[in-house]
C-alpha cells in the first residue's frame, strides 16, 4: 500500500458540512467570558504532584491536551501515573459554559479546524496539560502487576506539571532507537502486556486503514487523502486510557476496594452488547472462503491479532468484523446495586442506556472485554467529566454532587447525539474530498481491494490505496481479491464516487 499518495484536485470547502450539521466554533458571549474567568474550585485542597515528570503523547500541534501520563517500572511491576485535565474544577456546573458544552457534547474535527467543546480560551490554554505549566489535574495513580494487570487504583484532585509535548511518530521513531523519554521508557513493555491482556479478555481490535484529510501545503486550499499508518506507539498509548477507564468503571460498579458496593451504584459507562452468534458465524464463514485459519477454541480478537495487517483477506475480515462492534451506548446507573454483588443492573433499578433497548443487564464493553467508562478526554467529551467527578467522590469517600446525578441521563443522551453527528461529519468530510479528488477522472482505471462482496441490494465495496479511497462498485467483483476498477463517477455535490467491474 502507498501511503500519502498526493492528487492535485480544485479547493475543497468544508464550509457547506458545518452549515449541513449545524456547527459553529462562536460560543455565546456568556460562556466566553466564564471560559476567560475560570479558576479552579478546588486550589485549596489539591495535593502537589509537580515533583511527577508527566509529559503527553498527542497528534502534532494539538493544543487542548487532556492527559499526561509517568509509567515507572517497579521490582512488582509497574506504577502508573495519568493526569487528566480537571474540568470540573473550572467549569461552573450550573453556569453558561456548562449548559453550552452540554448542547455540544464533545468537539468535533474537520479537516480545516475543530468545533470545541469549550472555548479554546480555556481548552487550549488555562485547562490544557501543555508543557511546563502548573495545572490543576484529577490523577490517576494505578499500580499493576507483572502482567500490567491493576491491583490498586485511585483518583485525587492535584496540581501536576508536564515535562514534554510528544506525538505519537516521534515516540515511534525513540522507541526503535531506544531513547524513549525517561518518563515513558516502560511504555512498550507496558503496553504489549496490555495488549496480551485484552486479548486473553475478549478484546476485539480493528485495525482498518485510516483515511484521512489533510492540508495540501504547497496548493493553498487544496486537501489530500492520506492513510495514517498505525504505530506501535499508538496502541501503547492507547492501552494507558482503556486500563484508566476500566479502573474508572470498577470504582463506579465496586467501590475502591473491588468489593461489591455497599450503597446506591451511581455509573456513567460506556457499554456495548456481545456480537451474535449468526454475526460470529458468518464471520468464519468468511474466514474460511478466504483460507483464514481460525481453530474453533479461538477468539475474534486472536484470531484477527495474528492476520498479516497488508493482506487483502485482513482488510476483508476486519471490515467485517465491524458488524460484531455495534450497539455501543451510554449506560446510566442510579440506583441500588444487585443483591449479589455482580455487574448486572436490577431489574427494578434505575439503569438507563442511549441505544434505545431496555436497561442492559451486562455492563460490558464487548470490544474491551470489561465493564468500562470514558474518563480521560474532559476537555473534548462531555461525558468525562461526569464520569470524573463520581470517581472522585468515590475515592475521597464524599457524597457524589447531586449536579452530577442531576446531569447523568442528559450527558449520556448528549453524548448519544454528538456520537452521531460526529460520524457524519468525518464521513462527509472525506466523502467530499474524495469526491472532489477524483471529479475530474472519470473512465480512470485503478488497483483496487475488494473489502465485501456485492449482497443484494448493497453493491460490493472497494478500497483504492492510490488515492485512498473506499467506495461502492457496480458488478460482482469477488470479496478479498485484488483487482482492477474503473471509476464511474465522482460528484462533489452529492459526496458520492462509483466504480465499476470487470473494467
Same mark, same amino acid.
Given at each position: 500500500?502507498?501511503?500519502?499518495?498526493?492528487? &492535485?484536485?480544485?479547493?475543497?470547502?468544508?464550509?457547506?458540512?458545518? =452549515?449541513?450539521?449545524?456547527?459553529?466554533?462562536?460560543?455565546?458571549?456568556e460562556?466566553?467570558?466564564?471560559?476567560?474567568?475560570?479558576? +479552579?474550585?478546588?486550589?485549596?485542597?489539591?495535593?502537589?504532584?509537580?515533583?511527577?515528570?508527566?509529559?503527553?503523547?498527542?497528534?502534532?500541534?494539538?493544543?487542548?491536551?487532556?492527559?499526561?501520563v509517568h509509567?515507572?517500572?517497579? =521490582? =512488582?511491576?509497574?506504577?502508573?501515573?495519568y493526569?487528566?485535565?480537571d474540568?470540573?474544577?473550572?467549569?461552573?456546573?450550573?453556569?453558561?459554559?456548562?449548559?453550552?458544552?452540554?448542547?455540544?457534547?464533545?468537539?468535533?474535527?474537520?479537516?480545516?479546524?475543530?468545533?470545541?467543546?469549550?472555548?479554546?480560551?480555556?481548552?487550549?490554554?488555562?485547562?490544557?496539560l501543555?508543557?511546563?505549566?502548573?495545572?490543576?489535574?484529577?490523577?490517576?495513580?494505578?499500580?499493576?502487576?507483572?502482567?500490567?494487570?491493576?491491583?490498586?487504583?485511585?483518583?485525587?484532585?492535584?496540581?501536576?506539571?508536564? %515535562?514534554?509535548?510528544?506525538?505519537?511518530?516521534?515516540?515511534?521513531?525513540?522507541?526503535?532507537?531506544?531513547?524513549?523519554?525517561?518518563?515513558?521508557?516502560?511504555?512498550?513493555?507496558?503496553?504489549?502486556?496490555?495488549?496480551?491482556?485484552?486479548?486473553?479478555?475478549? !478484546?476485539?481490535?480493528?485495525?482498518?486503514?485510516a483515511?484521512s484529510? &489533510?492540508?495540501?501545503?504547497?496548493?493553498?486550499?487544496?486537501?489530500r487523502?492520506?492513510?495514517?499508518?498505525?504505530?506501535?506507539?499508538?496502541?501503547?498509548?492507547?492501552?494507558?486510557?482503556?486500563?484508566?477507564?476500566?479502573?474508572?468503571? %470498577?470504582?463506579?460498579?465496586?467501590?475502591?476496594?473491588?468489593?461489591?458496593?455497599?450503597?446506591?451504584?451511581?455509573?456513567?459507562?460506556?457499554?456495548?452488547?456481545?456480537?451474535?452468534?449468526?454475526? &460470529?458465524?458468518?464471520?468464519?464463514?468468511? !474466514?474460511?472462503?478466504?483460507?483464514? +485459519?481460525?481453530s474453533?477454541?479461538?477468539?475474534v480478537? %486472536?484470531?484477527?491479532a495474528?492476520?498479516?495487517?497488508? !493482506?487483502?483477506?485482513?482488510?476483508?475480515?476486519?471490515?467485517?468484523?465491524?458488524?460484531?462492534?455495534?450497539?455501543?451506548?451510554?449506560?446510566?446507573?442510579?440506583?441500588?446495586?444487585?443483591?449479589?454483588?455482580?455487574?448486572?443492573?436490577?431489574?427494578?433499578?434505575?439503569? %438507563?442506556?442511549?441505544?434505545?433497548?431496555?436497561?442492559?443487564?451486562?455492563?460490558?464493553? =464487548?470490544?474491551?472485554?470489561?465493564?468500562?467508562?470514558?474518563?480521560?478526554?474532559?476537555?473534548?467529551?462531555?461525558?468525562?467529566?461526569?464520569?470524573?467527578?463520581?470517581?472522585?467522590?468515590?475515592?475521597?469517600?464524599?457524597?457524589?454532587?447531586?449536579?452530577?446525578?442531576?446531569?447523568?441521563?442528559?450527558?449520556?443522551?448528549?453524548?448519544?447525539r454528538s456520537?452521531?453527528?460526529?460520524?457524519?461529519? $468525518?464521513r462527509?468530510?472525506?466523502?467530499?474530498?474524495?469526491a472532489?479528488?477524483?471529479?475530474?477522472?472519470?473512465?480512470?482505471?485503478? +488497483?483496487a481491494?475488494?473489502?465485501?462482496?456485492?449482497?443484494g441490494?448493497?453493491?460490493?465495496?472497494?478500497?483504492?490505496?492510490?488515492?485512498?479511497?473506499?467506495?461502492?462498485?457496480?458488478?460482482?467483483?469477488? $470479496?478479498?481479491?485484488?483487482?482492477?476498477?474503473?471509476?464511474?463517477?465522482?460528484?462533489?455535490?452529492i459526496?458520492?464516487?462509483?466504480?465499476?467491474y470487470?473494467?
Amino acid at each position: 500500500m502507498e501511503l500519502h499518495q498526493r492528487i &492535485i484536485s480544485a479547493p475543497v470547502d468544508f464550509g457547506a458540512i458545518r =452549515s449541513e450539521f449545524g456547527l459553529t466554533s462562536a460560543y455565546p458571549a456568556e460562556a466566553t467570558a466564564a471560559a476567560r474567568d475560570a479558576i +479552579d474550585a478546588f486550589a485549596g485542597i489539591r495535593g502537589d504532584h509537580t515533583d511527577i515528570p508527566f509529559v503527553t503523547i498527542d497528534p502534532p500541534g494539538a493544543m487542548d491536551l487532556d492527559q499526561a501520563v509517568h509509567i515507572e517500572r517497579t =521490582s =512488582s511491576g509497574f506504577t502508573v501515573h495519568y493526569a487528566i485535565a480537571d474540568v470540573g474544577a473550572v467549569v461552573d456546573p450550573l453556569g453558561p459554559l456548562a449548559e453550552e458544552a452540554g448542547v455540544r457534547g464533545q468537539t468535533f474535527y474537520l479537516p480545516d479546524g475543530a468545533v470545541p467543546l469549550h472555548p479554546p480560551i480555556l481548552s487550549e490554554n488555562s485547562a490544557s496539560l501543555l508543557p511546563e505549566q502548573t495545572r490543576p489535574a484529577a490523577l490517576w495513580t494505578i499500580e499493576c502487576d507483572e502482567n500490567a494487570e491493576p491491583r490498586r487504583f485511585s483518583v485525587v484532585r492535584a496540581t501536576v506539571r508536564s %515535562r514534554a509535548r510528544l506525538d505519537y511518530t516521534s515516540v515511534q521513531a525513540d522507541a526503535d532507537a531506544n531513547r524513549l523519554h525517561p518518563s515513558i521508557a516502560a511504555l512498550p513493555e507496558f503496553g504489549t502486556r496490555r495488549i496480551e491482556a485484552g486479548l486473553a479478555r475478549g !478484546a476485539i481490535g480493528l485495525r482498518l486503514p485510516a483515511q484521512s484529510v &489533510i492540508r495540501d501545503d504547497n496548493v493553498d486550499g487544496h486537501w489530500r487523502l492520506v492513510v495514517e499508518p498505525r504505530t506501535a506507539a499508538d496502541d501503547w498509548n492507547e492501552q494507558i486510557s482503556l486500563l484508566t477507564g476500566m479502573c474508572a468503571a %470498577r470504582i463506579m460498579l465496586n467501590g475502591t476496594d473491588g468489593a461489591p458496593a455497599a450503597g446506591e451504584r451511581i455509573a456513567l459507562l460506556r457499554t456495548m452488547p456481545p456480537p451474535s452468534e449468526s454475526a &460470529i458465524d458468518s464471520m468464519r464463514r468468511t !474466514a474460511a472462503a478466504l483460507g483464514v +485459519d481460525w481453530s474453533a477454541d479461538q477468539s475474534v480478537g %486472536r484470531m484477527l491479532a495474528g492476520l498479516d495487517p497488508n !493482506a487483502p483477506k485482513t482488510m476483508v475480515l476486519m471490515s467485517e468484523a465491524t458488524g460484531l462492534l455495534r450497539g455501543a451506548a451510554y449506560t446510566v446507573l442510579d440506583g441500588e446495586p444487585p443483591e449479589d454483588g455482580s455487574q448486572s443492573a436490577k431489574p427494578n433499578g434505575r439503569a %438507563r442506556s442511549t441505544n434505545g433497548a431496555p436497561s442492559p443487564n451486562n455492563l460490558r464493553h =464487548s470490544a474491551i472485554g470489561a465493564p468500562y467508562a470514558h474518563v480521560t478526554a474532559p476537555l473534548r467529551r462531555l461525558a468525562d467529566r461526569f464520569a470524573t467527578e463520581i470517581c472522585l467522590a468515590r475515592c475521597a469517600g464524599t457524597e457524589v454532587p447531586q449536579w452530577v446525578r442531576g446531569g447523568l441521563t442528559p450527558t449520556a443522551e448528549s453524548m448519544k447525539r454528538s456520537d452521531s453527528i460526529a460520524g457524519k461529519v $468525518e464521513r462527509a468530510c472525506i466523502d467530499l474530498t474524495e469526491a472532489t479528488l477524483l471529479a475530474e477522472r472519470s473512465g480512470t482505471v485503478f +488497483d483496487a481491494v475488494v473489502v465485501r462482496e456485492a449482497n443484494g441490494s448493497r453493491p460490493a465495496e472497494v478500497f483504492v490505496a492510490a488515492p485512498p479511497v473506499v467506495g461502492p462498485c457496480a458488478g460482482a467483483p469477488p $470479496e478479498g481479491a485484488k483487482v482492477q476498477v474503473r471509476l464511474i463517477a465522482a460528484d462533489p455535490a452529492i459526496r458520492k464516487i462509483s466504480f465499476g467491474y470487470p473494467i
